[in-house]
Nanobody, 125 residues
Framework: QVQLVESGGGSVQAGGSLRLSCVAS????????MGWFRQAPGKEREEVAA????????YYARSVMGRFAISQDNAKNTLYLQMNSLKPEDTGIYYC??????????????????WGQGTQVTVSS
C-alpha cells in the first residue's frame, strides 16, 4: 500500500514562494507517475505537475508553467513542488498523488492512483 504524506503548505503574499514536500512509502516498482493536484474552494480538483520517476520527465499544467518546478529525491523517497511567483488563484489544498502509468497519460493515471491528505496553500493579494 502506497502512503503519501504532504507538508510545506502555508500562507504567503502574492509574489512569494513555498516548497511543498511529499514523502512516499510502500513502493514496489521503480516506474511511477508522482504529482501534485490542487483544489480551490468550490472548484474541482485540477492537475498541477507530475514527474515520471523512471526517467525524471516533468509535466506541468499551463497555469503554473514557468513558475512551479517539480523534482524528486529518490534517496529520500520525497517529491517536491517549488512554487514561485505565487498568485491568489494558486490558493487551494494541494494533494500529492502517485500511480503506475495506465497508458492514458499522467493526469488520468494519477487520478486513479494513491492520494495524500493534502496541505493548504493560501496566497493573499
Amino acid at each position: 500500500q502506497v502512503q503519501l504524506v504532504e507538508s510545506g503548505g502555508g500562507s504567503v503574499q502574492a509574489g512569494g514562494s513555498l516548497r511543498l514536500s511529499c514523502v512516499a512509502s510502500g513502493y514496489r516498482y521503480s516506474n511511477y507517475y508522482m504529482g501534485w493536484f490542487r483544489q480551490a474552494p468550490g472548484k474541482e480538483r485540477e492537475e498541477v505537475a507530475a514527474i515520471y520517476t523512471y526517467t525524471g520527465s516533468a509535466y506541468y499544467a499551463r497555469s503554473v508553467m514557468g513558475r512551479f518546478a517539480i523534482s524528486q529525491d529518490n534517496a529520500k523517497n520525497t517529491l517536491y513542488l517549488q512554487m514561485n511567483s505565487l498568485k491568489p488563484e494558486d490558493t487551494g489544498i494541494y494533494y500529492c498523488a502517485a500511480a503506475r502509468p495506465n497508458g492514458d497519460g499522467w493526469v488520468r493515471s494519477l487520478r486513479d492512483g494513491y492520494w495524500g491528505q493534502g496541505t493548504q496553500v493560501t496566497v493573499s493579494s
